[in-house]
């Protein structure tokens, strides 16, 4: 059987890690994370009320830093980092693909 190769549908990523300021709890955690996942140029978010902080996965093309300041409202944002990433090798590390 032959695997049919598919195109990935981004070439390179961000990866954001943002502190929030004001979040006490799980569960502004969890509202605050699925409202950020709503976002069109969002791939992936993870929100940590321990460390008080965000990392975010997006697509630099689409993503409008004042579109995340009103989703994390009444929350305030500080940027830790944000670098480029290989979207090939986010996915592989994520499932575990082996190269044949």
């Known amino acids: 059987m032959e ?5 990935l549908p981004y070439d390179k990523v961000h990866k954001g890690v943002v502190k929030i300021i004001g979040i006490t709890d799980q569960k502004d955690a969890a509202t605050l994370q ?13 929100v ?7 990392i975010i996965i997006f697509d630099e ?3 409008k830093k004042s579109e995340l ?8 944002l500080q940027i830790i980092a944000d670098e480029e990433m290989d979207y090939a090798a986010l996915v592989k ?8």
């Open 3 to 7: 695997t049919e190769t598919r195109k």
């Open 34 to 46: 699925y409202r950020i996942l709503l976002m069109d140029s969002v791939l992936r978010a993870n």
């Open 48 to 54: 940590d009320f321990r460390k008080s902080e965000a």
């Open 61 to 63: 093309k689409s993503f």
């Open 69 to 76: 300041t009103d989703v994390v409202k009444p929350f305030r």
């Open 93 to 100: 590390d994520t499932y575990n693909i082996q190269q044949a």
